[in-house]
């Protein structure tokens, strides 16, 4: 059973371009969550989906960023008009259940250099 | 809102030596707490998950316990090892959300 599927696990980009970040959850996963880490801080939350849907969008910026969980496919994490500050690692993880009835399982991340 | 705090940030300690590391969080309405190791430039594994019901819960050199009323959980590692150097992170998950709310971490290096 692999784990979770991030790629690219590296991506460059300048400044003004787009970001494509895609994540395939583990068989039988339905609970998809995008997370931050931008250099010397800790994990920050930024999206939950489930299939189709966006759950919770809390964490993630109002402008240039959005989400998608579609019905067949990967998750994508997409980021337009990059800047130099959204240089960071960008974790997805998966769950077979909501937070309350089991663990989440991370992917190796996909690390996005803005030049 | 939580906040998770895990001190130190950096720990060194020589291999054999056995080990505490400390994730303290303020909001006590948790669903569990979760233990992950992360190694340079990799993804985050999963070591320990403890329910809100639970005081500990034990994974081979791994203990891990959870105080829900003082706000603290400690993972002990018992007989370290060097292939044990890596920075480890405690997260909690709130009721009424659907996020994991993530400690600095701790870095640890086993001295050989």
């Known amino acids: 059973n692999a784990g979770v599927m991030q790629n690219p696990r590296h991506l460059v980009r300048r400044r003004g371009q787009e970001a494509r970040l895609r994540c395939s959850p583990m068989?039988?996963?339905?609970?998809v969550y995008w997370y931050r880490q931008l250099p010397e801080e800790g994990l920050k939350f930024m999206v939950y989906?489930?299939?189709?849907?966006?759950?919770?969008e809390s964490g993630m910026p109002k402008e240039r960023f959005s989400a998608e969980f579609p019905k067949e496919g990967p998750s994508i994490l997409r980021i337009q008009q990059v800047v130099r500050g959204d240089s960071a690692a960008y974790f997805c993880?998966?769950?077979?259940?909501?937070?309350?009835?089991?663990?989440?399982?991370f992917g190796e991340g996909s690390r996005l250099t803005v030049l | 809102k939580q906040e998770v705090t895990q001190i130190p940030a950096a720990l060194s300690v020589p291999e054999g030596e056995n080990l505490v590391l400390n994730c303290s969080f303020t909001?006590?309405?948790?669903?569990?707490l979760q233990w992950f190791r992360q190694d340079p430039g990799k993804g985050l594994t999963s070591l320990l998950l403890?329910?809100?019901?639970?005081r500990e819960q034990t994974s081979g050199r791994l203990n891990a316990s959870l105080d829900k009323s003082s706000g603290r959980s400690t993972l002990y590692i018992a007989a370290s090892q060097p292939g044990d150097s890596a920075t480890y992170l405690c997260?909690?998950?709130?009721?009424?959300?659907?996020?994991?709310?993530f400690g600095t971490g701790t870095r640890l290096t086993i001295i050989p």
């Open positions: 403890i329910q809100s019901s639970q």
């Open positions: 993880a998966s769950s077979h259940g909501t937070l309350n009835t089991g663990e989440l399982f």
């Open positions: 068989k039988g996963h339905s609970h």
């Open positions: 997260a909690v998950a709130n009721f009424g959300n659907e996020k994991l709310t």
């Open positions: 989906l489930q299939k189709e849907n966006i759950i919770d």
């Open positions: 909001d006590s309405a948790i669903y569990n």
